[in-house]
């Protein structure tokens, strides 16, 4: 089996193995009280460790005052903070605070595919085995994310 067919099969196991048994825990998205493009903008912030607020209206398709709107009401709340650019003060980059980035953490990780109760079903070296390649698969995310 080549490289290309490996990869669809992992990606179809794994399909199978969140249709089969996905935990699902809304109750983070439930409480979330903010807009769609407030979150929008909460995750282009969280993408860098500070962002131009022209660069983040860029990017968002819209006017430099109604990222600033945005921002506003992110900053009200505490889930990002506005500095001064080191280089040019008069620039105001954007960046998410540790509020935001917790709250972030808890939206990403409010469904998983694997539960407690499947991993209890494993033998002690089955579960080595999942524990070495989700290390594996970590490392790769990490690799990945510095090259991007």
Do not use: C, Y
Not at 66 to 92: K, M
Request: proline share 3%; aromatic share 4%.
């Amino acid at each position: 089996m080549g490289q290309a067919e490996e990869i669809r099969d992992i990606l179809k196991v794994q399909d199978q193995l969140i249709h089969e048994r996905a935990v699902w825990d809304a109750g983070p998205w439930l409480e979330l009280d903010m807009s769609t493009p407030q979150f929008k903008a909460l995750l282009l912030i969280s993408e860098e460790e500070g962002i131009r607020m022209r660069e983040l209206a860029r990017k968002m398709g819209g006017s430099f005052s109604n990222a600033t709107v945005l921002v506003d009401r992110l900053v009200e709340r505490g889930l990002v903070e506005r500095l001064a650019e080191p280089e040019d003060r008069r620039v105001v980059l954007v960046r998410v605070s540790q509020e935001g980035r917790f709250l972030i953490e808890q939206l990403v990780t409010s469904w998983r595919a694997i539960s407690p109760s499947i991993l209890e079903t494993l033998a002690p070296e089955e579960l080595d085995t999942v524990r070495d390649a989700l290390r594996i698969l970590l490392k790769a995310a990490q690799q990945d994310q510095k090259s991007n």
